[in-house]
């Protein structure tokens, strides 16, 4: 007995295709590596022609409270990716106890980790103001303008990682049964949260240790 060859289109749709919205977060997130290459550009040239002025410059810096700052956003991670395995669970919401923690589902990770994220970016204002008053405004001098610059500009990409966490929380809500789409939105939002995550460990070392 013979089967029947499978025409094209059945056998098109059996292959399993990448979903067009995560290939395009990873091409866009390619391109972002290129844009924060060329602000690391600037603090490496700045190190090479100015190391008075670097070296006076990162004796403003607060260590330990960066430390602790960017501990926050390296767990942020973990507290996110947790909310995707939920996603992938196709649990949107937890099924037992609020500090039953096992069982959360993606909009109490995701809360957590707009919590997290919005901490870490009212540590960055906050160290703004304290330099600030040491006399390390914007426009003292070529560091001041690189170091502002580089944060801030990693600040408003944090920035738009929380807002991406409320939409994903709230079509959550929005939708009567949570599907797949609702967890390839969850995944590229993690992508896109990882990224801004491992940009700013780099950040951290060359701004706060590379002496």
Known sequence: MTSTPATYSQAMRSVKRPDPVAVGTIVWLGSEVMFFAGLFAIYFT?????????????????????????????????????????????????????????????????????????????????????????????????????FYLTTGFHALHVTGGLIAFLLVIGRAYAVRNFGRKEMTSSIVVSYYWHFVDVVWIALFIVIYFLR
């Open 46 to 146: 700045l190190r090479a022609t100015s190391p008075e002025l670097w070296a006076d410059r990162t004796a403003l810096l607060n260590i330990p409270f960066a430390a602790v700052n960017t501990l926050i956003l390296v767990l942020s991670s973990f507290t996110c990716q947790m909310g995707v395995f939920a996603a992938e669970r196709f649990q949107p919401y937890r099924t037992s106890g609020f500090w039953n923690i096992r069982r959360w589902g993606m909009v109490e990770w995701f809360f957590l980790t707009f919590f997290m994220g919005a901490v870490f970016v009212s540590g960055q204002v906050w160290e703004y103001a304290q330099l600030v008053t040491e006399g390390m405004p914007i426009q003292a001098d070529s560091y001041a303008s690189a």
